[in-house]
């Protein structure tokens, strides 16, 4: 790169837990790109099992924070959402959307994983969603949160090629170009997926999997994965860039056997994001 990017990360900051700008910012950095974070809620720690959590939610801290930004002059090359803690959020990230009309769009709806909502997806928040994924460049739902987008039952367990196809066309049609779909698993293997409408192309990138649930991983991929296209990847490169990442942060953190509620070990993995290391583990879906 010849200059350096920026990207307006509208996403929660949660001291304890290593998720959302937490993750995101030390991941973007590290491969070249500047964060200029936009807070929607800053939470003592993620609500994963740390008891209860102290929200301050920053709604009101959003809309004034981008009229500074625009009396600036100053300018993103990507606009990338995630956790919004209300759904007049929503409303803001149209906002910035609408102001960077140039800028690469990202989604990472968050909502839901493991067949479940969280407790801060409401059913309104959940309609609204579509909003933000209809003026989407690129969006990037686990398998749950792709199937609340469609209407279809968040639990799946095991999806077919034709159901793991259709999904990426559906969440296409409703206007990204590019859908990757996380976490998704089938006939005995879990992957990343991935439809680029523009080429008619079905992408798939396996992983294997270790005893453990860490939060932030979904954070940690969309990034990567953002960061990647930013600086030129195709799309394949991008998702396999993100998931070789993912997988060696998560081997490298169950080796320790450190609390899995605290995260993944970013600090000691993110010389790997430095690099520009060749990738070809993926495959045609």
Known sequence: ????????????????????????LPALSAMGIQVCPVPTAILSSHTGGFGDVVLRDLTDYIS???????????????????????T????????????????????????????????????QLRRR????????????????EAAMLLGEDPYQPDMTLQQMKSFLVRL?????????????????????????????????VPYSMVSGNYPGTGDIFAA???????????????????ASFLE?????????STDPREGILLEGCLSYLMGNPT???YETL
């Open 129 to 144: 969603m579509g909003e933000l994924v209809r003026i989407a460049d690129i969006i990037t739902p686990n398998v749950t």
């Open 248 to 256: 060696l942060a998560i081997k490298t953190t169950y080796g320790y």
């Open 172 to 204: 296409s049609e409703l206007g990204p170009e590019t859908v990757v779909i996380t976490s998704v698993f089938s006939g005995g293997k879990t992957c990343n997926i991935g439809y680029d409408r523009v080429h008619s192309k079905f992408w798939r």
């Open 64 to 86: 004034p924070a981008l009229e500074h930004y625009k009396r600036l002059d100053f300018d993103f090359d990507c606009i990338y959402s995630g956790f919004l803690a209300s």
């Open 88 to 123: 007049e959020q929503i409303d803001h990230c149209l906002d910035f959307f609408n102001s960077y009309k140039g800028a690469l769009k990202v989604v990472d709806p968050v909502m839901a994983d493991h067949g479940k909502p969280y407790k801060t997806c409401n059913d």
């Open 224 to 242: 990567v994965l953002t960061g990647s296209i930013l600086r030129g990847d195709s799309l394949p490169l991008a998702m396999n860039r993100a």
């Open 1 to 24: 790169m010849n200059r350096n990017m920026k990207v307006a990360a509208i996403h929660d900051l949660s001291g304890i837990g290593r998720c959302s700008l937490t993750v995101i």
């Open 279 to 281: 990738l070809c583990d």
